[in-house]
């Protein structure tokens, strides 16, 4: 007496079977597998008479697999497997291997070049994980090891103090707390308009004269102002509000800096980020893991 039951079974394929007679292979393998077996729940299996269905096959991550590389550069190592594209960072690559661009193919070699990866090459390799190119942009992260990461870091660290060296460099040279300021309205128009980027110097030995293009602060006020030093202005209404109350002249002290070119338009950057904080964030913060994660 015999049963007919419903049962599953699981195989393994290697990558070279991928291709058109991937369902074939398959089915000859469940054959050869189970055909003639002894089940501890069912007993002896006689044969396979029909196949239901057959699932998707599943690459789990930490698989060793074979695979082929089809590109070598600076950022990693690009390889198939079967139907399959795998990708090597460069972090993940063995550190005392380094990018040979000069080299024909372009690889990646030891320095005694006993260990050699180029295009065409075979090689194994274990499966950290799988997706469609959506790589979180903190993969990055958990590839480095400590050393790598302290690198990194001291790299951002390094960007942002040579930009606040620059600024303070600027001060130094211009003798101006804010050597580079942005206009913010049109009050100076036609000569400047809204967006233009004005460099600034400020000699305190040179007085300042008719005709003079400063940019000063008033007390209890962020935004400095630029205006020229003449009787009247650009704008359509009576601007005395703007000034500290009581207050009917401006001091040597409170001139930032006299302005002696400017670039058009630029500064709109500046504006946009300032109206738009979580634009400004954003980038800023993009920027920050781009250097954090890059290492060129």
């Known amino acids: ?50 196949i239901d269905t057959i699932g998707h096959g599943m690459i789990q991550p930490g698989q060793v697999m074979d695979a082929v590389v089809s590109q070598v550069n600076k950022v990693g190592i690009f390889c198939e497997i079967g139907p399959l594209s795998c990708f090597i960072s460069r972090h993940c690559i063995p550190p005392d291997m380094e990018f040979e661009p000069n080299n024909i193919p372009p690889c990646y070699k030891t ?39 302290v690198y990194q870091f001291l790299n951002f660290a390094m960007i942002v103090s040579s930009a606040l060296m620059i600024w303070k460099g600027l001060m130094v040279v211009t003798g101006s707390e804010s050597p580079i300021v942005v206009v913010l309205s049109g009050s100076m128009e036609p000569a400047f308009y809204r967006g233009d980027l004005l460099m600034l110097t400020n000699d305190l030995n040179d007085p300042i004269r008719a005709g003079d293009i400063t940019v000063f602060k008033i007390e209890g006020r962020d935004i400095p102002i630029v205006h020229r030093v003449i009787k009247g202005d650009n704008n359509m209404v009576d601007d005395r509000g703007l000034y500290a109350p009581g207050q009917y002249w401006l001091q040597r002290k409170d001139v930032v800096g006299r302005a002696k070119g400017f670039v058009p338009y630029v500064g709109m950057v500046t504006i946009i980020m300032n109206d738009y904080p979580k634009l400004k964030y954003t980038v800023l913060a993009l920027l920050g893991l781009f250097v954090l994660l890059h290492r060129e």
């Open 1 to 50: 007496m015999f049963y007919h039951l419903s049962l599953e079974h699981e195989i393994q394929l290697h990558p070279k079977y991928f291709g058109q007679n991937l369902m074939e292979t398959v089915k000859q393998k469940l054959f050869s597998e189970v055909e003639g077996t002894c089940t501890g729940k069912y007993g002896f299996v006689i044969a396979v008479t029909t």
């Open 111 to 149: 320095a005694d070049e006993s260990i050699v990866i180029k295009q065409d090459d075979e090689i194994r390799l274990k499966l950290i994980e799988m997706g469609l190119l959506d790589f979180s942009i903190f993969d990055e992260f958990r590839r480095m090891d400590g050393r790598q990461i």
